[in-house]
């Protein structure tokens, strides 16, 4: 007997009236109705199922239309980029030429000894300011004294002897007149003057020349100037063959700055030089930034350099203030010629493309328009313009980097300028933040609604 017993077959068929005995041939065994699948609760679950994908293309065909009345509201084309502008002016503008170049100072002295002796005084403090003919250090003198002294001596006797000669010669020749003498003996003695006159000569050159070297034994100065380090201490035994020296004496007032230009650039210098023309040099230093002296071109070298295409110049400075330092390195600016009543537009203005120098031009209904210029000779931040632009024009020095022909832009200069234009302060800086929040808000309402679609999805 078949004990399994299906539920659900159970559950829907009817109840049975009677008991039925259980039949002893399978043939005659009585056969209960099929049972039929839940049709109904299938159906719900498609209609709702339907429900939903009808809601969800409801919801995007609405969101849809709310971007598409955006963009339809929103205004044509990129924002007005921001920029600041600057006018052209007219002014002077001077032609310089830029070059490296070294303080030089006009004499360098070492100061030697031109005698030998032992060094008996140092005069000078290392640093010290000095002029021509101070006294600086002192040799020992005594033994030059001495050979001074019998020079001297040797003179004295020299000239003894001479006017012995000559007076003997002054009797001879009465005796020569009297027919006493000989000729002979009057010739005689008349060379024998000469010969003390020769010797007085030799002993008087001795004499100078011990004079010349206890002069020798007083060093002096040969130029005005700064002491250096002392190279030699008091006591040492100096000669004339010492390579160091005493001292070594630089003259800095006046000094000179020896630079070098390109030999283009001779021709224009040495036109103007041979015009009378007084051509100014100003000094910068190392860095380029601060201004050192003024001075003025006082000579061109006599030749150029071959290996480098340059001529060395030289520029003279007074100094009085002692701002150059011998052997300094600094930036000369060669002032050339001067461009009177030129075109003048800022360097940032000044942009360079495949065709040459450009600006870009500020019209008059807020619009930029590219304009291609003609450079001429660079005065700091400024330049001149030989051809594209005109006196009273505005040209863009700040927001250049992704503007183009025709483009709109915001002006937006310093609060003064906004003030002297009878302008509000910010008028125009305003209408940029407006519309980055605008855009701002209208992104945060796309993310909400993208989220709330991935939500109900």
């Known amino acids: 007997m078949d004990e399994t017993v299906d539920r659900a077959k159970v559950a829907s068929s009817p109840p049975a009236t009677a008991r039925e005995a259980p039949a002893s041939d399978p043939q005659l065994r009585p056969t209960s109705p099929p049972t039929k699948p839940p049709k109904r609760r299938g159906l719900l679950k498609w209609i709702a199922v339907l429900v ?26 990129p924002p007005p980029q921001t920029i600041r502008d600057a006018p052209v002016t007219t002014g002077d503008v001077p032609i310089i030429i830029n070059a490296l170049g070294a303080v030089t100072p006009i004499a360098n002295v070492t100061v030697r000894t031109q005698i030998n002796g032992q060094l008996q005084t140092i005069a000078f403090t290392e640093g010290q300011m000095v002029k021509a003919g101070d006294f600086l250090a002192q040799v020992d003198a005594r033994p030059y004294e001495a050979t001074l002294a019998q020079n001297e001596a040797q003179l004295s006797k020299d000239t003894a002897l001479f006017n012995q000669a000559q007076s003997d010669l002054s009797r001879y020749e009465i005796l020569r007149k009297q027919n006493s003498i000989a000729d002979q003996q009057v010739s005689d003695q008349q060379f024998l003057v000469k010969q003390d006159q020769a010797a007085m000569a030799i002993d008087q050159a001795q004499v100078d020349s011990a004079k010349l070297n206890i002069t020798y034994c007083h060093i002096v100065a040969p130029v005005s100037g700064r002491v250096g380090l002392r190279q030699v201490d008091q006591g040492n035994y100096v000669q004339t063959t010492d390579a160091n020296g005493i001292v070594l004496l630089t003259q800095i007032e006046p000094i000179s700055v020896i630079f070098t230009v390109a030999e283009d650039y001779l021709p224009q210098i040495q036109a103007r030089m041979k015009s009378g023309a007084t051509l100014p040099v100003a000094i910068y230093d190392r860095a380029n930034v601060t201004k050192l002296q003024d001075g003025k071109l006082a000579f061109i070298d006599n030749q150029i350099d071959v290996t480098t295409g340059t001529v060395k ?145």
């Open 52 to 77: 939903l994908a009808i809601g969800c293309i409801f919801v995007w065909e609405q969101f849809q239309q709310r971007e598409s009345d955006k963009d339809r509201n929103a205004p044509s084309g």
């Open 313 to 457: 110049l030289r520029a003279m400075f007074d100094n009085t203030d002692d701002t150059l330092f011998p052997q300094q390195f600094v930036n000369a600016r060669l002032t050339v010629d001067t461009l009177a009543n030129a075109t003048v537009a800022p360097n940032a203005a000044i942009q360079q493309g495949a065709q040459g120098a450009f600006v870009y031009v500020v019209n008059n209904d807020n619009t930029v328009s590219v304009r291609q210029i003609k450079v001429g000779p660079v005065d700091g931040e400024r330049t001149a313009i030989t051809s594209g632009l005109k006196p009273g024009e505005n040209v863009v020095i700040d927001g250049v980097d992704r503007l183009r022909d025709g483009a709109k832009v915001n002006v937006r200069n310093s609060q003064a300028q906004n003030g002297a234009a009878g302008k509000p302060p910010g008028a125009k800086e305003d209408a940029a933040p407006d519309q980055q929040g605008q855009q701002g808000q209208q992104g945060q309402h796309r993310h909400r609604r993208q989220g709330q679609g991935q939500s109900d999805q």
